[in-house]
């Protein structure tokens, strides 16, 4: 029989105890640059205490030569479904074959609706036209766009459908809200494009309005994108939380980096329900792989929001503000250096191991940063709402047609008329063609036709089908449909640019 002596069972428990206290992350090394940026973060944050136990897999450009199309195994998918958390460098997809982005990948298939890049310059250190910048963009991860839903429909004309959902809206909005609401930031403003998309980014914009109302204490605001934009690019400094739809929000967030200092800098935070995934906002860089010269600090920006995501915000507050007392002290990567701003210019372990000295240090020029514990955002619960009244109150028929004439079409398809029915209304490219359509007007071999129930009564599918049969036998090359519902008595679709 073993002996076990008290400090020996003191040092177990105390072992467990540890182990207990202990995150479990997932960590990738990437391709390029990303083993030595990964290498210097890990360093500096086993230097500060984050009690995090790493479980390292492989994905990028190997797995995609290996024969792998998605660039990560099944069992690589299993250890980041397990541990949840997800610290990963850079990664090469390699061109053609393709190759599907594995960043893409990653924040659809575990549900990681948003993703958080603060954008703060760091005057006089690093340059930038706009010393005051402090700004966080958040985007929507999921749909929109990135859907990557698209199709060939004629010789001339493809397709991608932009999908826009009331959760997807709701998810991130209310994210947005609750994050600066933990962030102690003032106002959020929301960027879409609903003068011209009424449908979909009119119901993002809808839905912020509505959301907003439930934090009185935070100033909202509503800019259309393009002109919000370039205000954003002129005067950084008016905003401070902007919420968007995936497509602008993947533009504006590297834009936003750039003008703050260099996108070299910045993290990202992709956070879902029941995972989060941190990295650099900056690709692999494979020509600078190997030479000790990278700049760690975006996986780093990424790092420090993992440890306020999962609770170590006291460990997160030492790293940023070692961090900002290196960039202040001018100790500098090659990126970021230079002559009369910077006073040294150094690798990447250097670069870590001077963030490292720094550890307990604040900087004194540029803004000491204090998380407390209000980092911890909560992540809301969608609950689908009761339904509407829904009817069908007619279908948009797309036909391939190669002539030139609009009229000619629609004597064609008046013919397939019936006593629910009517052709009303043909477009190409968005644009009303017939009716009193215009000679000047460019046409496609892609052409919208809409039949509506006659005297605006709802329609049968039924009556779809009898369109389509008979479309067959005049030889008419339909190639997709599209229905026109009303809810609650609301039309849900779009005229006509013209009607």
Same mark, same amino acid.
């Given at each position: 029989?073993?002996?076990?002596?008290?400090?020996?069972?003191?040092? $177990?428990?105390?072992?467990?105890?540890?182990?207990?206290?202990?995150?479990?992350?997932?960590?990738?090394?990437?391709?390029?640059?990303?083993?030595?940026?990964?290498?210097?973060?890990?360093?500096?944050?086993?230097?500060?205490?984050?009690?995090?136990?790493?479980?390292?897999?492989?994905?990028?450009?190997?797995?995609?030569?290996?024969?792998?199309?998605?660039?990560?195994?099944?069992?690589?998918?299993?250890?980041?479904?397990?541990?949840? !958390? #997800?610290?990963?460098?850079?990664?090469?997809?390699?061109?053609?074959?393709?190759?599907?982005?594995?960043?893409?990948?990653?924040?659809?298939?575990?549900?990681?609706?948003?993703?958080?890049?603060?954008?703060?310059?760091?005057?006089?250190?690093?340059?930038?036209?706009?010393?005051?910048?402090?700004?966080?963009?958040?985007?929507?991860?999921?749909?929109?766009?990135?859907?990557?839903?698209?199709?060939?429909?004629?010789?001339?004309?493809?397709?991608?459908? $932009?999908?826009?959902?009331?959760?997807?809206?709701?998810?991130? !909005?209310?994210?947005?809200?609750?994050?600066?609401?933990?962030?102690?930031?003032?106002?959020?403003?929301?960027?879409?494009?609903?003068?011209?998309?009424?449908?979909?980014?009119?119901?993002?914009?809808?839905? #912020?309005?509505?959301?907003?109302?439930?934090?009185?204490?935070?100033?909202?605001?509503?800019?259309?994108?393009?002109?919000?934009?370039?205000?954003?690019?002129?005067?950084?400094?008016?905003?401070?939380?902007? +919420?968007?739809?995936?497509?602008?929000?993947?533009?504006?967030?590297? +834009?936003?980096?750039?003008?703050?200092?260099?996108?070299?800098?910045?993290?990202?935070?992709?956070?879902?329900?029941?995972?989060?995934?941190?990295?650099?906002?900056?690709?692999?860089?494979?020509?600078?792989?190997?030479?000790?010269?990278?700049?760690?600090?975006?996986?780093?920006?990424?790092?420090?929001?993992?440890?306020?995501?999962?609770?170590?915000?006291?460990?997160?507050?030492?790293?940023?503000?070692?961090?900002?007392?290196?960039?202040?002290?001018?100790?500098?990567?090659?990126?970021?250096?230079?002559?009369?701003?910077?006073?040294?210019?150094?690798?990447?372990?250097?670069?870590?191991?001077?963030?490292?000295?720094?550890?307990?240090?604040?900087?004194?020029?540029?803004?000491?940063?204090?998380?407390?514990?209000?980092?911890?955002?909560?992540?809301?619960?969608?609950?689908?709402?009761?339904?509407? $009244?829904?009817?069908?109150?007619?279908?948009?028929?797309? +036909?391939?047609?190669?002539?030139?004439?609009?009229?000619?079409?629609?004597?064609?398809?008046?013919?397939?008329?019936?006593?629910?029915?009517?052709?009303?209304?043909?477009?190409?490219?968005?644009?009303?063609?017939?009716?009193?359509?215009?000679?000047?007007?460019?046409?496609?071999?892609?052409?919208?036709?809409? #039949?509506?129930?006659?005297?605006?009564?709802?329609?049968?599918?039924?009556?779809?089908?009898?369109?389509?049969?008979?479309?067959?036998?005049?030889?008419?090359?339909?190639?997709?449909?599209?229905?026109?519902?009303?809810?609650?008595?609301?039309?849900?679709?779009?005229?006509?640019?013209?009607?």
């Amino acid at each position: 029989m073993i002996d076990i002596t008290a400090t020996q069972r003191k040092e $177990k428990t105390n072992a467990q105890l540890e182990q207990q206290r202990m995150t479990k992350i997932t960590i990738a090394r990437g391709d390029g640059i990303g083993p030595e940026i990964m290498d210097a973060t890990l360093s500096i944050l086993e230097a500060a205490g984050a009690e995090i136990e790493t479980e390292e897999i492989e994905v990028g450009e190997k797995v995609y030569l290996s024969g792998n199309s998605a660039g990560i195994s099944n069992e690589a998918w299993e250890v980041i479904r397990r541990n949840k !958390i #997800f610290l990963k460098a850079p990664i090469t997809t390699p061109q053609g074959g393709g190759y599907k982005s594995l960043n893409v990948t990653t924040r659809k298939s575990l549900g990681l609706f948003a993703n958080v890049r603060p954008c703060t310059s760091l005057h006089p250190f690093v340059s930038t036209k706009h010393p005051n910048m402090d700004v966080v963009i958040i985007r929507e991860n999921e749909e929109d766009l990135y859907a990557g839903i698209e199709h060939q429909q004629t010789q001339e004309v493809v397709q991608c459908l $932009k999908l826009i959902s009331v959760p997807g809206c709701k998810k991130i !909005i209310r994210y947005a809200f609750e994050y600066a609401t933990a962030y102690d930031r003032k106002k959020v403003t929301c960027f879409t494009k609903d003068n011209i998309m009424k449908q979909t980014d009119g119901l993002f914009h809808k839905v #912020f309005d509505e959301i907003a109302m439930d934090y009185p204490q935070i100033e909202s605001e509503h800019w259309i994108v393009d002109i919000g934009a370039a205000k954003l690019a002129d005067t950084p400094e008016a905003f401070d939380v902007v +919420v968007m739809p995936n497509l602008y929000g993947d533009v504006l967030s590297d +834009v936003s980096a750039q003008i703050a200092g260099s996108v070299g800098l910045a993290g990202s935070a992709n956070i879902g329900k029941e995972c989060a995934m941190f990295e650099a906002i900056h690709g692999s860089a494979p020509r600078r792989a190997g030479q000790n010269m990278a700049n760690p600090s975006g996986l780093l920006q990424g790092a420090i929001m993992m440890l306020n995501h999962i609770g170590q915000s006291a460990v997160a507050e030492k790293i940023q503000n070692a961090w900002l007392k290196t960039i202040e002290d001018g100790v500098h990567t090659y990126d970021i250096y230079k002559e009369g701003i910077s006073k040294q210019k150094v690798g990447t372990k250097e670069f870590a191991q001077a963030v490292i000295d720094n550890l307990g240090e604040n900087p004194n020029t540029l803004s000491a940063v204090s998380y407390g514990d209000e980092t911890l955002i909560h992540i809301p619960h969608y609950q689908r709402q009761k339904a509407p $009244k829904k009817e069908l109150v007619g279908v948009d028929i797309f +036909v391939d047609w190669g002539g030139e004439y609009p009229g000619d079409l629609a004597h064609k398809l008046q013919m397939l008329n019936n006593d629910s029915v009517e052709l009303t209304m043909i477009t190409n490219r968005g644009v009303k063609v017939w009716p009193n359509g215009f000679d000047e007007t460019f046409c496609t071999d892609h052409w919208r036709c809409r #039949f509506t129930g006659k005297k605006e009564k709802q329609i049968d599918k039924k009556d779809i089908v009898s369109i389509l049969q008979q479309s067959i036998l005049m030889e008419i090359d339909t190639i997709k449909t599209e229905n026109l519902y009303t809810f609650d008595g609301n039309r849900a679709y779009s005229l006509g640019q013209g009607q």
